[in-house]
């Protein structure tokens, strides 16, 4: 019974540097710079600059625009919808927004929406906020596309 216990240790310790690698491995883990265009008329400024951290548990930290993410956090999409699947983005970052995201231009949004898909060694999508469908620069939604991250360390 002794040996069939050690043996079963010996096999678990065997299996964890490879358990631990594959932790390490996920190439969206890290920090990612860039720049998305921004598309809605209202806004004056043409680039929203992006600047995050993605933790090894989904964690994401950074800032969009001169935002602050809180409570950041990357998902797998589940699903699509429509476009070639070459086009499609794969993961979503949802978070809270600290702050004005153009202070600028006093463009202050709740939350931040960052479609993004991993190709190439780095990452493309696109940003969008909460806020309405019409209303301009008070009450839209501010969108940028396309987004362009480049891992930074």
Same mark, same amino acid.
């Given at each position: 019974?002794?040996?069939?216990?050690? *043996?079963?240790?010996?096999?678990?310790?065997?299996? #964890? !540097?490879?358990?631990?690698?594959?932790?390490?491995?996920? !190439?969206?883990? *890290?920090?990612?710079?860039?720049?998305?265009?921004?598309?809605?008329?209202?806004?004056?400024?043409?680039?929203?600059?992006?600047?995050?951290?993605?933790?090894?548990d989904g964690k994401v930290t950074g800032k969009v625009g001169d935002s602050v993410?809180?409570? *950041?956090?990357?998902? $797998?999409?589940?699903?699509?919808?429509?476009?070639?699947?070459?086009?499609?983005?794969?993961?979503?970052?949802?978070a809270d927004l600290k702050g004005d995201i153009v202070n600028a231009e006093g463009?202050?949004? /709740? /939350?931040?929406?960052?479609?993004?898909?991993?190709?190439?060694?780095?990452?493309?999508?696109?940003?969008?906020?909460?806020?309405?469908?019409?209303?301009?620069?008070? $009450?839209?939604?501010?969108?940028?596309?396309? #987004?362009?991250?480049?891992?930074?360390?």
């Amino acid at each position: 019974m002794n040996f069939l216990k050690f *043996g079963y240790v010996v096999l678990a310790l065997a299996f #964890l !540097p490879a358990l631990r690698a594959s932790e390490k491995e996920d !190439p969206m883990v *890290g920090k990612w710079e860039g720049s998305a265009h921004v598309v809605v008329q209202w806004c004056a400024q043409s680039e929203l600059f992006v600047s995050i951290d993605i933790a090894a548990d989904g964690k994401v930290t950074g800032k969009v625009g001169d935002s602050v993410l809180v409570n *950041g956090q990357l998902r $797998k999409k589940n699903g699509w919808f429509g476009g070639k699947s070459e086009d499609r983005t794969t993961h979503i970052i949802k978070a809270d927004l600290k702050g004005d995201i153009v202070n600028a231009e006093g463009i202050i949004r /709740e /939350e931040v929406f960052i479609h993004v898909k991993f190709e190439n060694h780095g990452m493309s999508g696109s940003v969008g906020t909460s806020g309405a469908k019409a209303g301009g620069k008070e $009450k839209m939604a501010l969108t940028a596309y396309p #987004l362009r991250l480049s891992k930074v360390e």
